[in-house]
């Protein structure tokens, strides 16, 4: 059965109010044990923070541009108390409610992708320093078994060279082989030790003996690429967003360039005599129309579509080189699965009898045992290739929060 990578992502139109919070997406979806050591990353809890203040800022402008401003005067003239109170309120005459409104949400919504594009790569990351750690453990393993057989075979041909039916060279070529796995032993440990540490960098609670994710899977079986998924990608996405952001404050530049009456209304005593008035004022811009400013707010919102497009671009073609990357290393490792299943063992058998019967000299024997070594290690660095360039696929794809690990 063909298992396809579906799109099962919510799109958010820009228009449309957004309200996202931390802990409404926190109860989307339950939290597996590596997003919980993930969601522990310095990075995402700022990312998180962000988002929240992002939600507070859109509140904030959703509210009105103006508020009504209180003016009082009181003075004594002569035998008499002059005084008057009045209140006036500019009027948002261009609508300048609805742009901060806008932007508001899309900053809402462009800090979301922001977190959900940190989080994809984070798990990445994660996943990336297990399966390398795994290849790591793997390769150690093996240089072990190997070790154990030449340490099992020195003692057979001392046994054999005392009783006279090897020659001297046969013991020193079995000590040089082992010689050389020390240093190949030597070398795997390091790169294990490297490989833990780097796990532990991005999985806070994890150890070696961690049984959670020592083996995942993301149980696809067929690969394609697709164009529409790139679309929704985060950081396409957020880099659409930061287009739409820069449009609307480019709209509001310009809105903020035109000046809004005041109006206004007092009332008081002089002398005698009950006042009562009502003023009216505009700003003129007569020595600064701000048309600069407006020219370069839309310069921006051009960059900014510039960077969009620039953005999806290189996604598309770096999800095209992984998806390739993926077809070819998942070819040749599922040819050498095909090509050793069943043979490593016997192989291993049908060599130490005819080594034990005589039919093949101590030299041959342990080329043998170091090509045979070889092949299993080449099948550690095809499936570790393989992993990998899984990761790297999905990834590009957008696709990695689709899965449950």
């Keep these: 059965m063909y298992i396809y990578l579906k799109n099962a992502g919510l799109v958010l139109s820009l228009c449309m109010a957004v309200s996202f919070s931390v802990a409404t997406y926190a109860k989307q979806k339950s939290i597996s044990w590596l997003d919980s050591q993930i969601n522990k990353d310095p990075e995402v809890v700022a990312a998180k923070e962000l988002l929240n203040a992002s939600n507070h800022r859109a509140k904030s402008l959703t509210k009105a541009v103006y508020n ?67 290849a790591a453990k793997k390769v150690a393993q093996l240089l072990s078994v190997r070790e154990n057989q030449l340490q099992t075979l020195v003692g057979i041909i001392e046994d054999k060279r005392k009783a ?22 030597s070398e795997s440990q390091i790169a294990l030790k490297n490989a833990e540490v780097n796990v532990q960098e991005l999985l806070p609670d994890w150890t070696p003996n961690t049984t959670n994710l020592f083996s995942f899977t993301f149980g696809a079986t067929n690969y394609s690429f697709n164009s529409q998924w790139v679309e929704e990608h985060p950081k396409v996405k957020l880099a659409r967003a930061q287009w739409k952001i820069k449009q609307s404050k480019a709209q509001l530049t310009t809105m903020e360039s035109k000046a809004n009456p005041t109006i206004g209304v007092n009332a ?50 770096e999800a095209k080189a992984n998806y390739e990357s993926l077809i070819v290393s998942k070819k040749y490792y599922e040819q050498w699965q095909k090509l050793t299943k069943g043979r490593l063992d016997s192989s291993e058998n049908l060599l130490n009898k005819r080594w034990e019967a005589g039919d093949i000299n101590t030299s041959d024997y342990l080329l043998a045992l170091n090509q045979r070594a070889e092949g299993l290690h080449a099948g550690i660095r095809l499936e570790n290739q393989f992993k990998l360039a899984e990761i790297s696929f999905i990834l590009s794809m957008g696709q990695l929060s689709k899965f449950e690990i």
């Design 68 to 134: 009504p401003e209180l003016e009082a005067s009181y003075e004594k003239e002569g035998d008499f108390d002059n005084y008057s109170i009045g209140i006036s309120q500019t009027i948002d005459f261009w609508d300048k409610q609805s742009a901060n409104k806008s932007i508001g949400e899309i900053g809402v919504y462009a800090n979301q992708q922001q977190l959900l594009s940190l989080l994809d790569s984070k798990k990445a990351n994660a996943l990336t320093a297990i399966v390398n750690w795994q």
């Design 164 to 185: 006279g039916l090897l020659e001297p060279l046969d013991a020193e070529l079995v000590y040089l082989n082992l010689s050389q796995i020390f240093s190949e032993i």
């Design 268 to 317: 008081g005593k002089s002398g005698d005599e009950d006042l009562i008035g009502v003023t009216f004022s505009m700003p003129l811009n007569i020595r600064n129309n701000y048309s600069d400013t407006v020219k370069a707010a839309y310069s921006e919102a051009i960059a900014a579509e510039a960077n969009f497009r620039s953005v999806y671009r290189k996604q598309t073609f």
